[in-house]
C-alpha cells in the first residue's frame, strides 16, 4: 500500500481555527479503510473550554461515530506536536500511528516537556512520525502570533 499522507486535511482545519481567532491547529482521524473519521481545529475560544483542542475534539468525533471509546487502527494526523493533555487522550484511545507537523518546544508532551509515551504509566504507545510536512505548521503558527504581538 502507498503511503498516503492527510496532512493536507490537517492543515486545512488549521488555516480555518486561525480565521476563527483560535491558535492554528488542526487534526485529522483516519479510519483503518483509509477513510477520514473525524477532522477538527482547536476551538477553545468558541466554546470557551481549555480541552476543545484539534486532537480532542477529532478523537470525541470519531469516538461518538464509532460508537466505541477507542480507535484501534486508526492514524492521526496533527499539525503540531500534542501537549501532555492530548497525547494521553491519544493513548488513552489507542490511536495505532501518529503524524505531527512542528515540534513544539514549549507545550509539547511528546519529544519535549512530559514526554507523555516514555513515561511508564503509558499503556498504549502509538507510532509517532514527526516532521510531517512542519513547514506550512510553523508558518500558519508564526504569522499568528505575529499578529498579535
Ligand atoms: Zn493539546
Not at 95 to 106: E, M, N, Q, S, T
Request: proline share 6%.
Amino acid at each position: 500500500m502507498v503511503f498516503r499522507s492527510y496532512m493536507d486535511i490537517a492543515l486545512e482545519e488549521a488555516r480555518a481555527a486561525g480565521e476563527r481567532g483560535e491558535v492554528p491547529v488542526g487534526a485529522v482521524i483516519v479510519a483503518p479503510d483509509g477513510t477520514v473519521a473525524a477532522r477538527a481545529g482547536n476551538r477553545t475560544r468558541e466554546l470557551n473550554d481549555p480541552t476543545a483542542h484539534a486532537e480532542i475534539l477529532a478523537i470525541r468525533a470519531a469516538c461518538a461515530a464509532l460508537g466505541s471509546e477507542r480507535l484501534p487502527g486508526h492514524d492521526l494526523y496533527v499539525t503540531l506536536e500534542p501537549c501532555p493533555m492530548c497525547a494521553t487522550a491519544i493513548s488513552a484511545a489507542r490511536i495505532a500511528r501518529l503524524y505531527y507537523g512542528a515540534a513544539d518546544p514549549k507545550s509539547g508532551g511528546v519529544a519535549h516537556g512530559a514526554r507523555i509515551f516514555s513515561h511508564r504509566q503509558c499503556h498504549h504507545v502509538p507510532e509517532v512520525y514527526d516532521h510531517i510536512d512542519a513547514k506550512p505548521s510553523e508558518e500558519l503558527l508564526k504569522a499568528f502570533f505575529a499578529e498579535r504581538r
